[in-house]
């Protein structure tokens, strides 16, 4: 996945780079609710040498996106699913009638989701460090924002 940017500042060789409107979003606007643009700022290293107002591609691996897509939405979702189960079946076995066990379905579907993002955001830091999730500076472009 690429996308176009302005260096806004270099601070110890890491570019941070703002990002107008990413690609796959396209004229969709969904997001946006009637704003004009949705700005990112992204940190890369300096590979190209770029400074401040230079324009340059940046790259995030496609399949580096599609893996930290899935861990953002995949774990909550099957920790919902998983709780959601979990308390249904558990509160039937436990001997609780329909009502009871749907809240109790419920109650853990969202607990198992509340803990799943509680263990991205603890392993976030450890995920920032690696360096296949690391957005890379490939070339200076000549085009403006």
Do not use: W
């Not at 270099?10 to 941070?16: F, L, R, T, V």
């Not at 079946?89 to 419920?106: C, D, F, L, T, V």
Request: one cysteine or more.
């Amino acid at each position: 996945m690429k996308e176009v940017g302005k260096i806004l500042e270099i601070n110890d060789g890491m570019a941070k780079v703002l990002i107008v409107r990413h690609t796959a979003c396209g004229n969709c606007g969904a997001c946006q609710v009637g704003k004009e643009n949705l700005n990112m700022i992204l940190t890369a290293e300096n590979t190209v040498g770029g400074k401040p107002g230079d324009m340059v591609e940046i790259e995030l691996k496609t399949e580096n996106f599609l893996f930290a897509s899935l861990i953002m939405y995949g774990i909550p979702l099957a920790g919902l699913i998983i709780g959601l189960l979990g308390g249904y079946y558990g509160g039937k076995a436990i001997g609780y009638n329909e009502n009871i066990s749907q809240i109790i379905a419920a109650i853990t579907g969202i607990l198992f989701m509340s803990i799943g993002y509680i263990g991205i955001k603890l392993g976030d830091s450890k995920l920032k460090n690696m360096s296949k999730f690391k957005p890379v500076l490939i070339r200076l472009v000549n085009d403006n924002i």
